[in-house]
């Protein structure tokens, strides 16, 4: 069975700074790894997603992920925080893309100071 | 294109009372899913379907959940009798195909008391 725990259930981070969100994976067979994000009352968005291509992986609004098989990680990034990045975003975890089987870690809520 | 509709946004019941929340996912999208989202959790899975079959619904509470999605399209989930720990967000979800990305709805914010 395949699992993602991510490390930190709240991050705050001044706007213009780094954002760092850290996922670590367990699965048995080659992961895809997706990061989703999800505003207030509003269902999950996919940012990005690792699918065995490029071990980095570029997202939209300036995140990115950087698959690390050695690590087991798929930690996401963004150089510059803006005040619209407050939000939740999940790691979730697929050992099969045919039927997208997502198993999510708990999530990270961003919270961003002015 | 139109999102996943998901209906009612809210609904309050006492437990043991039934509950039924409405997905219509987009227009041609084969494959649909129910997730529950527990506060402070992540999603997780209850049941997906291809077309108006069920492919897996391993993690169903079939004792007091149902689901259904008649002619491939809308689906309904109802819990019948609810019980506190059903408290939670009904998200509905859908895709195209094996090779597209999901598409989520906003969610139903189901409170038990």
């Known amino acids: 069975a395949q699992s993602v725990t991510q490390l930190g259930s709240h991050v705050s981070v001044s706007e213009g700074a780094l954002v760092l969100l850290r996922c670590n994976y367990s699965?048995?067979?080659?992961?895809?790894l997706f990061w989703y994000v999800q505003y207030p009352n509003q269902g999950l968005q996919l940012l990005l997603k690792y699918t065995s291509a490029a071990t980095l992986v570029k997202g939209i609004n300036g995140f990115e992920a950087e698959f690390k098989k050695s690590e087991t990680s798929f930690h996401l990034t963004k150089p510059s925080a803006h005040m619209s990045d407050a939000a939740e975003y999940f790691c979730a975890v697929s050992v099969n893309r045919a039927d997208y089987k997502l198993s999510f870690g708990a999530g990270t809520t961003v919270t961003v100071r002015a | 294109e139109a999102g996943v509709a998901q209906s009612p946004r809210y609904k309050i019941i006492e437990k043991r009372q039934s509950v039924a929340f409405w997905c219509n996912p987009i227009?041609?999208?084969?494959?649909l899913y129910w997730y529950q989202q527990i506060l402070g959790q992540g999603p997780k899975l209850l049941i997906q379907f291809q077309n108006n079959g069920v492919v897996d619904d391993s993690q169903l509470p079939k004792d007091r959940f149902s689901a259904e999605r008649l002619k491939g399209v809308d689906s309904t989930l109802k819990i019948q009798p609810a019980k506190l720990e059903d408290s939670a967000v009904y998200l509905c979800?859908?895709?195209?195909?094996?090779?597209?990305?999901?598409?989520f709805g906003n969610g139903t914010r189901l409170t038990v008391t």
């Open positions: 979800a859908s895709r195209y195909d094996r090779n597209s990305p999901l598409h």
């Open positions: 227009s041609g999208h084969a494959t």
């Open positions: 699965s048995s067979v080659p992961p895809y």
